[in-house]
């Protein structure tokens, strides 16, 4: 059996008088797409921010590399190799591309104040680094054009494919995307699709919240499907295509 990356045990999470996920849970194997779907309302980003501490569960466990994770800040679960994006990207618009790249880098040793004044060598040999492995990641996504350009001037899938690139520079383990195939153009779809199975490839496992079914079908190996805040189903693709359960949840019927 696949030695998972990521689980989550009986989740929940209530807002006021409104339970939003309900012992809620997720097996994420290490070197594979996973998706995660549900119709609207069914508690999917709540998961996310819960399973990345974005906000804190009121009971359940997350073990990322065989290690918990619930009592950490989000920060240092992302130094630990899990990162995300969000279904509207995060980027600094009055930063350049290459800027709201560099922010992702770790270990920056020009963070630390009294190296700038003992090892400005090494922070420039550093800095020179980052900046050529943020042009190799932005000329693989097709922005290196774009590297000294405003983030604000970027269409909405461009912003999408920067926010994924700055999630890069972490060398992650583990990435979670927030919907990101929404408001994207088709050809820009294909285009982000292709990055996620080659990054896959790569050694990056993926978890994927996508109301885009073909999206989901494609790209996933394994699908776990929320609704009203608890788990639905989990199978391959073409078992969750013929759930009954899913069926009527998404269609009512």
């Not at 807002?15 to 797409?33: C, L, M, N, R």
């Not at 996973?34 to 921010?49: C, H, M, R, S």
């Not at 999206?215 to 929320?226: A, G, T």
Request: hydrophobic share 40%.
């Amino acid at each position: 059996m696949t030695v998972p990356i990521l689980s989550a045990k009986n989740l929940a999470k209530s807002f006021g008088g409104v339970q939003a996920v309900k012992d809620a849970s997720i097996v994420v194997p290490q070197g594979f797409i996973t998706g995660l779907i549900g119709p609207n309302g069914a508690g999917k980003t709540t998961f996310f921010n819960l399973l990345c501490n974005f906000i804190q569960s009121d009971r359940g466990t997350v073990q990322f590399s065989g290690q918990p994770i619930q009592n950490k800040p989000p920060h240092q679960v992302a130094q630990m190799g899990m990162v995300r994006t969000f279904q509207v990207p995060k980027v600094l618009c009055r930063l350049t591309v290459m800027g709201n790249m560099l922010l992702g880098a770790q270990g920056q040793i020009g963070e630390n104040l009294w190296r700038v004044w003992w090892q400005g060598k090494q922070i420039r040999r550093q800095e020179q680094e980052n900046k050529e492995k943020a042009m190799s990641i932005l000329s693989a996504i097709g922005l290196s054009r774009m590297a000294d350009s405003y983030a604000g001037a970027l269409s909405g899938g461009q912003r999408k494919l920067l926010e994924m690139g700055r999630a890069l520079m972490t060398d992650p383990k583990l990435i979670l995307l927030d919907e990101p195939a929404a408001g994207v153009n088709p050809a820009l779809i294909e285009e982000i699709c292709a990055h996620i199975q080659t990054w896959n490839q790569q050694g990056i496992s993926f978890l994927i919240i996508e109301h885009n079914m073909d999206v989901i079908m494609s790209l996933c190996d394994r699908i776990w499907v929320m609704a009203e805040g608890q788990n639905l189903a989990d199978g391959t693709p073409a078992e969750i295509q013929n759930d009954p359960r899913v069926l009527e949840a998404y269609l009512g019927s």
